[in-house]
């Protein structure tokens, strides 16, 4: 725009020179024609007087036409003065104009360069980023190429293993009609383990029923050798297979075949080797049917019977499953059953300390509630078989201290059902309560509690004659109930 302006005040600067130089050659033309025409006055002078005043006239004339011209002059002179101090303004602020340009620029230009190098640092970040995205696409890509397989792979095994199972449950339903229904078929098959009463023995063991006549005796072998059959021609794996069926008809008749096979000595090592014991403490743990409950408690109580599987037991928490079992049931022959397997594992005396930690013998008094001779009868066996590993225990030398069982008001018990009618409950009875007496770090818990009374009513008045010599005995070799009795 000053540009413009500049060139159209040149362009009137211009005009007023040429218009200038027009006035002045006018004025030199008007000079010399007035030269000329007072040359001419002078000679025309003498030849005509008349002409003086037109001359004069003229002369003025042209004066006045010349000062006219004069002014114009100096007025254009004026205005080109003004013409130059705008144009010298005008060059002014446009240098500065230009300056103030050229710095905001510069700064623009600054401001766009760190601007441009923050845009390329992250382009290179972005384009690092998505070399690292298609790494990991092509990566995941390849997982999932993997998984996919994978999956077909574990899809087709569900299939044969559905198949399998299927199949397994149909050889299964051949096999129903043929599997005892009442629990007699896998409780009352055998004892836990032998008594030896003769040899000082409390005996381990007593059959969980009661006996059985000779013809049910025979049909009950009968049916033992009819499931070792099936089990020969099906294979145990596949029956400790369908202790996971889904199908709880299925999942019953499985574990009753187990328990039966538990029962003999020769099937209980390939039954924990195939994971027969996992699956049953498993049904203990998840299970909510009774009728599993109770037949999984007999099965386990069969494998207790041998030292090794006791130890298993123990250790993956049997113990435990056995007391919670105990403990949310109001039936008899589970109790029986959780009873009798406790029983079992109060007869290892290395167990003794994890079995009462995990509340095994609260478990076993607890149990009394039921009031059933039969629960009440495998309580007192486990409570002998404590006693008598306690007492080898001192008698060897590895074992001393006070009775794990006097912490447990065990002796007050035993005392106070020592005279119960039943002759089986009460030999165990008699049994525990003449093993703790031989302890002499049991001795203060005796005579506080009136147990010397009760050794000395069972030296004579047991019914087994083992039994009332073993309370004999025992009085005898202890100063502390000598003294008692004495006192008495």
């Given at each position: 725009?000053?540009?413009?302006?500049?060139a159209?005040?040149?362009?009137q600067?211009?005009d007023?020179?040429?218009?200038?130089e027009?006035?002045?050659?006018?004025?030199?033309?008007?000079?010399?024609?007035?030269s000329?025409?007072?040359?001419?006055?002078?000679?025309?002078?003498?030849?005509?007087?008349?002409?003086?005043?037109?001359?004069?006239?003229?002369?003025?004339?042209?004066?006045?036409?010349?000062?006219?011209?004069?002014?114009?002059?100096?007025?254009?002179?004026?205005?080109?003065?003004d013409?130059?101090?705008?144009?010298?303004?005008?060059?002014?602020?446009?240098?500065?104009?230009?300056?103030?340009?050229?710095?905001?620029?510069?700064?623009?230009?600054?401001?766009?360069?760190?601007?441009?190098?923050?845009?390329h640092?992250?382009?290179?970040?972005?384009?690092?980023?998505?070399?690292?995205?298609?790494?990991?696409?092509?990566?995941?890509?390849?997982?999932?190429?993997?998984?996919?397989?994978?999956?077909?792979?574990?899809?087709?095994?569900?299939?044969?293993?559905?198949?399998?199972?299927?199949?397994?449950?149909?050889?299964?339903?051949?096999?129903?009609?043929?599997?005892?229904?009442?629990?007699?078929?896998?409780?009352?098959?055998?004892?836990?383990?032998?008594?030896?009463?003769?040899?000082?023995?409390?005996?381990?063991?007593?059959?969980?029923?009661?006996?059985?006549?000779n013809?049910?005796?025979e049909?009950?072998?009968?049916?033992?050798?009819?499931?070792?059959?099936?089990?020969?021609?099906?294979?145990?794996?596949?029956?400790?297979?369908?202790?996971?069926?889904?199908?709880?008809?299925?999942?019953?008749?499985?574990?009753?075949?187990?328990?039966?096979?538990?029962?003999?000595?020769?099937?209980?090592?390939?039954i924990?080797?195939?994971?027969?014991?996992?699956?049953?403490?498993?049904?203990?743990?998840?299970s909510?049917?009774?009728?599993?409950?109770?037949?999984?408690?007999g099965?386990?109580a069969?494998?207790?019977?041998?030292?090794l599987?006791?130890?298993?037991?123990?250790?993956k928490?049997?113990?435990?499953?056995?007391?919670?079992?105990?403990?949310?049931?109001e039936?008899?022959?589970?109790?029986?059953?959780?009873?009798?397997?406790?029983?079992?594992?109060?007869?290892?005396?290395?167990?003794?300390?994890?079995?009462?930690e995990?509340?095994?013998?609260?478990?076993?008094?607890?149990?009394?509630?039921?009031?059933?001779?039969?629960?009440?009868?495998q309580?007192?066996?486990?409570l002998?078989?404590?006693?008598?590993?306690?007492?080898?225990?001192?008698c060897?030398?590895?074992?001393?201290g006070?009775s794990?069982?006097m912490?447990?008001?065990?002796?007050?018990?035993?005392?106070?059902?020592?005279?119960?009618?039943?002759?089986?409950?009460?030999?165990?009875?008699?049994?525990?309560?003449c093993?703790?007496?031989?302890?002499?770090?049991?001795a203060?818990?005796?005579?506080?509690?009136?147990?010397?009374?009760e050794?000395?009513?069972?030296?004579?008045?047991?019914?087994?004659?083992?039994?009332?010599?073993?309370?004999?005995?025992?009085?005898?070799?202890?100063?502390?109930?000598?003294?008692?009795?004495?006192?008495?």
């Amino acid at each position: 725009m000053y540009e413009k302006k500049i060139a159209e005040l040149m362009n009137q600067l211009d005009d007023e020179r040429a218009r200038s130089e027009s006035a002045e050659q006018q004025l030199d033309e008007m000079k010399k024609l007035l030269s000329d025409h007072q040359k001419s006055k002078q000679q025309q002078e003498m030849e005509n007087s008349t002409s003086q005043k037109a001359l004069a006239e003229i002369t003025q004339r042209y004066e006045k036409k010349i000062a006219e011209l004069n002014q114009q002059l100096e007025d254009e002179h004026a205005r080109f003065a003004d013409i130059e101090e705008q144009m010298g303004l005008a060059k002014e602020l446009l240098s500065d104009h230009k300056k103030s340009i050229q710095i905001q620029g510069q700064k623009e230009i600054d401001e766009l360069r760190v601007e441009l190098q923050e845009i390329h640092q992250l382009h290179g970040a972005t384009v690092n980023e998505l070399l690292l995205l298609k790494t990991k696409y092509q990566e995941l890509l390849i997982e999932k190429t993997t998984i996919k397989d994978e999956l077909h792979v574990v899809r087709q095994t569900l299939l044969v293993e559905e198949k399998q199972r299927k199949a397994f449950e149909i050889e299964l339903v051949s096999i129903k009609k043929l599997v005892p229904e009442s629990e007699d078929g896998y409780e009352d098959k055998r004892s836990y383990m032998k008594e030896d009463i003769a040899k000082g023995s409390s005996a381990c063991g007593t059959p969980l029923g009661l006996h059985k006549s000779n013809q049910s005796r025979e049909n009950f072998l009968g049916q033992r050798n009819t499931i070792a059959k099936i089990c020969e021609e099906v294979g145990l794996q596949k029956i400790l297979a369908l202790l996971t069926s889904g199908d709880l008809d299925v999942q019953i008749h499985a574990v009753k075949v187990v328990a039966n096979l538990a029962a003999e000595d020769v099937n209980q090592e390939k039954i924990v080797e195939e994971g027969g014991l996992d699956s049953l403490l498993m049904l203990l743990r998840s299970s909510q049917n009774a009728t599993i409950l109770r037949v999984a408690s007999g099965a386990i109580a069969n494998l207790a019977m041998n030292e090794l599987n006791q130890g298993l037991i123990v250790s993956k928490g049997g113990a435990q499953l056995l007391a919670n079992t105990a403990s949310k049931t109001e039936d008899p022959q589970t109790l029986r059953m959780v009873a009798g397997a406790i029983a079992n594992l109060c007869g290892n005396e290395k167990l003794h300390v994890m079995l009462r930690e995990d509340g095994g013998i609260k478990a076993l008094l607890g149990m009394v509630r039921s009031g059933n001779i039969d629960v009440i009868s495998q309580i007192a066996r486990g409570l002998a078989n404590f006693a008598k590993c306690e007492s080898r225990g001192i008698c060897q030398g590895h074992r001393s201290g006070r009775s794990l069982l006097m912490e447990d008001g065990v002796l007050t018990w035993l005392i106070a059902n020592c005279n119960t009618a039943s002759a089986s409950t009460r030999r165990h009875i008699e049994l525990a309560l003449c093993h703790l007496a031989q302890n002499e770090d049991n001795a203060g818990d005796f005579i506080s509690s009136g147990g010397v009374k009760e050794l000395s009513r069972i030296s004579v008045e047991s019914t087994r004659e083992d039994i009332r010599n073993l309370a004999k005995k025992t009085l005898k070799l202890s100063l502390a109930f000598q003294a008692e009795m004495h006192a008495e």
